[in-house]
Every structure is written in structure tokens, then in C-alpha cells.
């Protein structure tokens, strides 16, 4: 069967997925069985087949797997939710549509995603300034003590999802050029030292990273660009002193960081003694984080069943106080414990590591570095991003804000990662078309 007759088949899994998702929503809700749930799914594969065309007749050879795996994580994504918020639901529903246009467009209008390698030092700037955009006035958020947002007007947005793709276009273009330099130079103890012009811009990076974790006072987020820059390294240059050595500049710089940032430190006690009063009853103290583990504790193996996790209960005046704050964005992944239980969440987990097994295939199999460099870049960015939220939540390591891909809710991540899978699809195209010769 050739790869889009098996996407086009693979795309009936979601499509299915979110009707029944949507069948048992209304029989919990409403004790009743409609019509309507068969109408979302499928509008939602109707959606689903049009991307199917575009790649059908622009990226025949593309990995046939990568689009109905994102959609899976997507349909369960609008399904989780509407089980919150019917209202915040809708808004993702009409996201999911644009992040679907902008995947067409990406694909139609970038004949050749090689071409970004003479913008890089374009792109690279615009990054940096995305990055930079939370902490202006007026238009900053500041949301526990992070600065990851942006308000304009009625819009807001986080420019740190569109900047991720960004630095990873400029890191793959330059380390193409420089992969053999880094590895050559002079030797200290059996280990080649770069020259400094080589190894300049790379110390540039470690530092952007600190500045970024200073900047924003997000450990989070700093980790998952940085983590993506040494991956990027090691498949460049082979070699593991160079993410070594990042790893070890990455401690110590937090370490200094977390001495002088009263922001991170609360993040950092808040994480490692969640359940002590002084912490958990403070502003932007531990609650959050002990509430998340309340509730996957109270999830079990199998869950308590769907719409059936308690996520706030009746204050003062009747008004409704959140149990499980942020339950939309950075706790969903508690609420899916609550409810499906270590099992259901597990299998979650297991689409996104089809996901990223899919994203370093393509990576294998492509011939020249820029391609295997970006999709490297790509992929591990991609997996960082959901190590970084799913641990947070699991209290692995500290909790941070960035969104679950395509399951949050949230604009921002869903048109950013549908521009990440589009460059994945793009390369992934090329790579199978050449192998196969």
C-alpha cells in the first residue's frame, strides 16, 4: 500500500476517536446519545482529508504516519477540552482550523524548505526579538512570576512557540557549515578544543539560554531550547564532550540563577516541598502542584471516567473556586490521569513517542546535514516540550508554562507546532524520495 493510501486510512483512527469521545461527553452530560457527536467527527475528518490532498499532491513521499498521529493528539486535545470548557473548546476548535491553513500554506508556498538557510541570520534576529517581547511594557504578561505572554488588544499569544522553530532553522544552517571545524583544532588531553571563532557563537547560545531563563524566570523553557541545541550539537559533531560539557554549563548557570532570582527559587521550593503549609497556602506557592499530584493519586490505574474529575468546587456565595487551577493549559495532563488513569495517560504518552520515533526516522533517513539537522531540531524540541509539561505536572522536575502539544489549550502552540510538522513532512518528503533511489 503506498504511504498516502496508508495515511489516508490511518486518518479514520481520529476521526472515530473523536466521536466517540464526544458520544460519551454527552451521555454524562445529557443521559443521551445525538447526532451531533457524528457531526464533529466528521467535520473533523473532512478537515483531516483536505490536509490529506495538499500532501497527496505536494508531498507524495512523506511519512505517512507523522499527519494522523499530530491529529490524534489533536481530536483528543478538542475532546479533553470541551469536557472542561464547551466555550475555551469551540475557541480551539477554530485554532485547530488556521493551524490547519497555515500547515497548507507552509507546505504550498516554501517550494523548498532549504531555502531558509540563506534567511539565518534573518531568522535568528526575529527569534531573539520573539523572545524578548514578553518582558516589553504594556504589551509583557507576566503570569506566576514567568514572563511567557504577550496582550495585544483582544490577542494574546506566546512568541516563544513561533521562536522555537526559528533558532532551530538558523542552528541547523549554521552547524551545517561548521560541523567539521568544531571537531578539529587543537588537542588538550586526547580532546580536540575548537577554534574560539568556531566555538564562539556556540558559548553565544549557552548564553542566550541563561539570559533567557534570566529574562523570562522560566527553567522550563530554557531547558527545552537548550536541550534541542545539544542534541542538534551531538548529531553534528558525534560527539558526547559537547553535550557534556552543555549539560554541565546548564547546572551551574541555574544554580547562579537560582541564588539571585527570587522567582525561580519559589519555583524551585515549591517543587521539591510541595505539601509543606508555608509554601502551599503562599501567592504562587506549591498548591498548584500538590493539587496535581492530589489528582492523579486519585485517579488510580484506571481513572475515576470521563467528565468525572472534580475540578472546582462551590466557594463563598456559590461561586465556584478552582480545585485544579489552569486545568486547561498546564494541568491537563492531571485531569486526563484523573479520569482515564495511568493507563489512559500512558497511552497518550505513547503517541507522542510514535510521534518523535517518526521525527528521528525522517532525520535517519535524510541524506544532507541541513535536513537531518533540522529535523533533529525539530523532533527533540517537540519531545522536550512535552517532558518539560508532563513532568512539571508529575513533579519530575519544576512546573513551568509551557502548553501540552495540540492536547492544552491555546493558540499559540497549536499554529507553532502545525508549522513544525509541516518542516518535518517537508524534509521527511525529500529524505524517503532519496532513499528510495
Given at each position: 500500500m503506498r504511504a498516502r493510501n496508508r495515511e489516508l486510512l490511518a486518518l479514520l483512527a481520529p476521526s472515530l476517536l473523536i466521536t466517540a469521545g464526544f458520544t460519551a461527553l454527552l451521555i454524562e452530560r445529557n443521559n443521551l446519545v445525538s447526532n451531533l457527536s457524528l457531526t464533529y467527527g466528521a467535520v473533523f475528518?473532512?478537515?483531516c482529508l483536505v490536509a490529506h490532498v495538499v500532501l497527496r499532491l505536494r508531498l507524495p513521499d512523506a511519512d505517512p504516519y507523522?499527519?494522523?498521529?499530530?491529529?490524534?493528539?489533536a481530536c483528543f486535545g478538542l475532546v479533553m477540552i470541551y469536557r472542561i470548557d464547551d466555550t475555551l473548546a469551540r475557541e480551539q476548535a477554530q485554532w485547530f482550523v488556521v493551524?490547519?491553513?497555515?500547515?497548507?500554506?507552509?507546505i504550498l508556498l516554501l517550494r523548498d524548505?532549504?531555502?531558509?538557510?540563506?534567511y539565518?541570520?534573518?531568522i535568528a534576529a526575529a527569534s531573539l526579538v520573539l523572545l524578548l517581547l514578553p518582558r516589553l511594557p504594556v504589551i509583557g504578561e507576566q503570569v506566576n512570576g514567568a514572563y511567557l505572554g504577550v496582550h495585544v488588544g483582544s490577542l494574546s499569544f506566546q512568541p516563544a512557540e513561533f521562536a522555537k522553530i526559528g533558532i532551530i532553522v538558523f542552528l541547523a544552517s549554521y552547524l551545517r557549515d561548521t560541523r567539521q571545524l568544531l571537531v578539529t583544532g587543537r588537542r588538550v588531553l586526547g580532546v580536540a578544543i575548537p577554534p574560539l571563532k568556531y566555538l564562539g557563537p556556540l558559548l553565544v547560545v549557552w548564553g542566550a539560554a541563561m539570559l533567557f531563563l534570566f529574562v523570562i524566570q522560566d527553567i522550563g523553557s530554557s531547558l527545552m531550547f537548550f536541550g534541542g541545541f545539544l542534541a542538534m550539537l551531538y548529531v553534528a559533531t558525534n560527539r558526547l564532550l559537547f553535550p557534556a560539557v552543555g549539560l554541565t554549563l546548564f547546572a551551574f548557570g541555574s544554580w547562579v540563577l537560582y541564588q539571585v532570582r527570587p522567582t525561580i527559587q519559589n519555583r524551585v521550593d515549591a517543587w521539591l516541598h510541595p505539601f509543606e503549609t508555608r509554601i502551599y497556602d503562599r501567592p504562587g506557592g506549591s498548591y498548584q502542584i500538590a493539587q496535581s499530584l492530589f489528582s492523579q493519586a486519585d485517579g488510580g490505574l484506571f481513572g475515576k471516567g470521563f467528565g468525572q474529575a472534580t475540578l472546582s468546587i462551590s466557594g463563598p456565595g456559590g461561586h465556584p473556586l478552582p480545585l485544579l487551577p489552569a486545568a486547561q493549559t498546564d494541568l491537563i495532563y492531571a485531569v486526563v490521569v484523573n479520569?482515564?488513569?495511568?493507563?489512559?495517560?500512558?497511552?497518550?504518552?505513547?503517541?507522542y513517542l510514535l510521534a518523535v520515533e517518526r521525527g528521528f526516522k525522517t532525520a535517519t533517513l535524510a541524506g544532507d546535514s541541513f535536513s537531518k539537522l533540522l529535523a533533529t531540531g525539530l523532533t527533540t524540541v517537540f519531545a522536550l516540550q512535552v517532558f518539560v509539561i508532563v513532568g512539571g505536572v508529575t513533579k519530575v522536575i519544576p512546573l513551568t508554562g509551557v502548553t501540552l502539544p495540540f492536547v492544552s489549550y491555546g493558540g499559540s502552540s497549536i499554529l507553532a507546532n502545525f508549522v513544525l510538522l509541516a518542516l518535518l513532512l517537508?524534509?521527511?518528503?525529500r529524505a524517503r524520495r532519496e532513499y528510495a533511489r
Open positions: 475528518l473532512g478537515l507523522l499527519f494522523p498521529l499530530f491529529a490524534v493528539l493551524g490547519l491553513v497555515l500547515f497548507a500554506g507552509t524548505y532549504r531555502v531558509l538557510e540563506r539565518r541570520w534573518t479520569e482515564l488513569g495511568l493507563i489512559g495517560a500512558g497511552a497518550l504518552i505513547c503517541v517537508m524534509v521527511s518528503d
